[in-house]
Nanobody
Framework: QVQLVESGGGLVQAGGSLRLSCAAS????????LGWFRQAPGKEREFVAA????????DYADSVKGRFTISRDNAKNAVYLQMNSLKPEDTAVYYC?????????????????????WGQGTQVTVFS
């Protein structure tokens, strides 16, 4: 089993930045694909960003391209999401997720069903 714990959320003014962290425990995640998703009030959980198990491939939702950057540190068993130029519409609970079948995929996972382990989420609130 893999346990994921997010941190780094908070309250930030529009245009500001935040860096989310997700620490994994229970098992090394070096062969796992990792992703970030978010869920705003009254909306479904949606894909934000993903990174391949090797770190060589990433993908982003169109709404965050050019503003958010996903990265991973296998030595620390962690994944990060650097969020710049934040907008009020980025307000949501952000979840990290791990895909243990990543080495069998030809691309990074962008769908919820491709992920097996989830964190409890961290709140990001952007005010104008």
């Amino acid at each position: 089993q893999v346990q994921l714990v997010e941190s780094g959320g908070g309250l930030v003014q529009a245009g500001g930045s935040l860096r989310l962290s997700c620490a994994a425990s229970g098992r090394t995640i070096s062969s796992y694909g990792l992703g970030w998703f978010r869920q705003a009030p009254g909306k479904e959980r949606e894909f934000v960003a993903a990174i391949s198990w090797s770190g060589g491939s990433t993908d982003y939702a169109d709404s965050v391209k050019g503003r958010f950057t996903i990265s991973r540190d296998n030595a620390k068993n962690a994944v990060y999401l650097q969020m710049n130029s934040l907008k009020p519409e980025d307000t949501a609970v952000y979840y990290c997720a791990a895909d243990w079948r990543a080495t069998t995929r030809l691309r990074v996972g962008i769908h919820l069903y491709e992920y097996d382990y989830w964190g409890q989420g961290t709140q990001v609130t952007v005010f104008s």
